[in-house]
């Protein structure tokens, strides 16, 4: 244990858990070590303190209130790139999401939000207009900055202090391109769409491409006006208030009573949508109705694909394999609609991680280049993945070792294919 972190007064702030629940959780773990040969961050760094292991010692001695609720403490908690494949190979079953979710939320109560993160948490997020606005400014920003482009990606040296390609944001967001609901006469489900902040801002053309295969497979497709961020950022710096907020405003903009199901193309949003918002909301929120577009369109449609001369393959985004336990779907809709090519590493993490990405950018780098080796090696023309964070991440890399392959959202290679 790092003895500056240790103090014999700490206070044991209130968590949503129990402490006791939370210290009996982090007590399960026999300290085997398995977690150790899976977690991407620690096969980079070999340090104790960045794998599960190490941080459950963290958590049970902040529990206990032996351990100080520090900013050196955050750092380390921070430094998880929340790839949940510890928790999926943990011989005792320790819920680590949850510990480290009891930790955040002490580190924020005892520390305090940053002020810049807690105003746009509780002023912009639950405001679509606001959070418009602040994006449509950054939007104009872009083109003030010195940049070199390769693709669809510009180079910004000084982007979050780090030699970061990154994409325009979009003019039109997805919400204000997608508007309109098309009637169907007799649909096989009414679907709410969840956008989600990167696939609106970034990436709308996934929404739309999600929109147009739902829809030719006899779905009718509603997109909430309403809906807001799903919180994921908010949950990272422990700010519970404001993320349950977000949960509320988006059970309420779902209209749950009037659809069949709510549908996302994002990896990250689909797991928060069904391991955390009934969590916060109880019975409010349904989680059996939420799926992922891959998981829905092979549950309840039957698509006719034809292939397409693109080579294809898959990278698996953590929170859609390991997350919600679908990785196959994606490869059933993707091998007969292209030429498909399975790749060496397909199930290793990208190194994104959301707010990972903003603060261990550079470790993010070196978990990403076993990625970029096992698209390199697949020789294909196209990487396609279910998660617009992994995208970025992907884009980012490939971008930035001058590779070609460009990357797609899987729902973008079915609707080519669809017939």
């Known amino acids: 244990m ?21 210290q009996q959780e982090a007590g399960k773990c026999a300290k085997c070590g398995k977690c150790r040969s899976v977690c991407p961050v620690f096969i980079e760094t070999l340090d104790e303190t960045q794998v599960a292991r190490g941080r459950i010692t ?15 403490l955050e750092e380390l908690i921070q430094s998880c790139v929340k790839c949940l494949r510890c928790q999926t190979i943990c011989p005792s079953g320790v819920d680590y999401e949850r510990i480290l979710r009891g930790v955040r939320q002490g580190i924020a109560e005892e520390l305090g939000v940053p002020a810049v993160a807690r105003a746009v948490f509780r002023l912009v997020l639950p405001h679509r207009l606001l959070f418009d606005w602040a994006l449509r400014a950054a939007a104009l920003g872009q083109g003030l900055m010195p940049f070199e482009r390769r693709g669809t990606m510009r180079h910004l040296p000084l982007f979050f202090m780090g ?17 309109r609901t098309k009637r169907m006469r007799k649909p096989v489900m009414r679907i709410a769409y969840f956008a ?17 295969v739902l829809n030719r497979l006899n779905a009718e497709v509603i997109v909430p006006q309403g809906q807001v961020c799903c ?16 949960a509320e405003l988006n059970a309420r903009a779902m209209g749950l009573d009037k659809v069949d199901a709510v549908v996302t193309a994002c990896a990250s949003c689909g797991r928060r949508l069904k391991a955390e918002y009934a969590d916060m909301l109880g019975s409010r929120w349904p989680s059996e109705k939420v799926f992922d577009v891959s998981e829905f369109i092979l549950k309840f449609t039957k698509p006719e694909l034809a292939r397409t001369q693109r080579r294809v393959t ?30 060496n590493v397909a199930a290793r993490c990208c190194g994104g991680g959301g707010t990972f990405s903003l603060f261990n950018y550079d470790l993010g780098v070196k978990i990403a280049e076993h990625k970029v080796a096992g698209i390199r090696a697949s020789q294909a023309d196209a990487v396609a993945t279910g998660c617009p964070g992994c995208q970025l991440q992907l884009a980012d890399r490939l971008a930035a070792a001058g590779m070609a392959q460009k990357v797609m959202h899987t729902i973008q290679v079915v609707e080519e294919a669809l017939r």
């Open 163 to 179: 030699a970061r390609w990154i994409p325009d944001l979009a003019r039109r967001t997805a919400l204000q391109r997608l508007g």
């Open 2 to 22: 790092t003895k500056h972190l240790m103090t014999k007064e700490a206070r044991r702030p209130k968590t949503t858990h129990p402490v006791e629940q939370l």
């Open 58 to 72: 963290l958590a049970e001695a902040a529990f206990r209130g032996e351990l100080e609720y520090s900013r050196r």
């Open 314 to 343: 898959y990278h698996d985004p953590c929170h859609l394999l390991w997350g919600q336990g679908i990785g196959e779907a994606p490869r059933e809709l993707l091998r007969p609609s292209c030429e498909y090519v399975e790749m």
């Open 196 to 212: 989600g902040c990167l696939i609106n801002y970034v990436y709308p053309e996934i929404a739309e491409a999600t929109v147009r």
């Open 231 to 246: 919180g994921a950022p908010v949950m990272s710096f422990g700010d519970e208030a404001a993320a349950r907020r977000l």
